[in-house]
């Protein structure tokens, strides 16, 4: 039963192992084009404070700091290590 077991877990084990690789290399990618855009987006948020439209200035800085490495890039980040951790509990299990 075990035998079974690891030979339907082996394919599951190897999408999980390719996927989260894959979402690694396009997280990786879209971190550095958006660290470039909430840069600018800072940019546009100091503009607006100085000009004095604090309402529009803390639109810009939320979603500046949401499009940052500490906003959502960090909560995908922490998903790709998810995938990454599931995947290898399956080839713990497939090699126990």
């Known amino acids: 039963m ?4 690891k030979l339907f877990a082996a394919p599951l ?3 999980l192992t390719l996927l ?3 979402c690694s290399f ?3 990618v879209s971190g550095k084009v958006l660290g470039v855009v909430s840069g600018i987006a800072f940019i546009v948020a100091a503009a607006l404070f100085v000009t004095g439209q604090t309402a529009g200035g803390i639109g810009w800085a939320a979603a500046a700091f949401l499009i940052s490495p500490f906003g959502l ?4 980040e922490w ?3 998810l995938l990454d951790g599931a995947g290898y509990v399956l080839k ?3 090699f126990s």
């Open 13 to 15: 084990a190897l999408a």
């Open 20 to 22: 989260a690789a894959l």
């Open 2 to 5: 075990r035998l079974i077991l």
């Open 92 to 94: 713990a299990f497939i």
């Open 26 to 28: 396009v997280l990786f």
């Open 73 to 76: 890039p960090a909560f995908a």
């Open 79 to 81: 998903l790709v290590g």
